[in-house]
């Protein structure tokens, strides 16, 4: 039991809100979409493949979560309007929270990389994210939740620290462009709570 005599579910209510979660058929997202749903919010959650989306939904049904899913490339403009098309017909054209989960890491080192993967790389792991910010600020601006909607973006340590590995200048670009976006965001939609969440790269 929490303090004041109230069970955790209780004290951290999420009834009646709703939100997005990228990337949510498996690791940090899958788990984070369970989290908020089991909160009793309404969750909308998309990735690349309609198989491992259908597998977490009929999971996710049988947990009695309430969750609904699309297939989205984030990595693609049209790909993005269309969930967030999608999420305003699930969610009758509000959204509290959004959580930008998705990305990509590429297994080789940054020398090796084509132009074609560098475009694809940035694609899915930062022009998503400010983007599907954009097409979610009407419907935030309709939060129903107290304090208002809210983005989150989930980042690592490798944006404010070096991490020695294959992968560092993957993490330490996307991280600080997280971070100088996210700032510039909370300025100007300072009606809304932007908040950068550090944790472990996702695969989806």
Not at 9 to 14: Q, Y
Not at 38 to 46: D, K, L, P
Not at 177 to 186: A, G, N, Q, S
Request: a positive charge.
């Amino acid at each position: 039991m929490a303090a004041g005599g109230m069970s955790r579910e209780e004290r951290w209510s999420l009834a009646g809100a709703t939100a997005l979660v990228t990337g949510g058929s498996k690791g940090i997202g899958h788990a984070i979409v369970e989290e908020l749903a089991g909160h009793g919010a309404r969750v909308h959650t998309c990735a690349r493949s309609a198989a491992e989306l259908e597998e977490c939904r009929r999971r996710w049904e049988a947990k009695g979560l309430p969750v609904t899913v699309s297939v989205c490339d984030v990595s693609l403009r049209a790909s993005r309007e269309q969930l967030m098309e999608t999420v305003k017909q699930v969610f009758d054209g509000k959204l509290d929270i959004l959580v930008n989960n998705a990305a990509q890491i590429l297994a080789k080192a940054a020398v090796e990389w084509t132009s074609e993967e560098y475009t694809h790389l940035m694609a899915t792991n930062f022009e998503s994210c400010f983007h599907l910010s954009q097409l979610a600020h009407p419907l935030l601006l309709r939060a129903s939740i107290a304090g208002g909607g809210s983005i989150v973006n989930i980042s690592s340590l490798g944006g404010h620290a070096w991490v020695p590995g294959p992968h560092n200048l993957q993490h330490d670009k996307r991280r600080r462009c997280f971070w100088r976006r996210d700032r510039t965001i909370t300025f100007q939609l300072s009606s809304l709570t932007t908040c950068k969440k550090k944790t472990q790269r996702s695969s989806n």
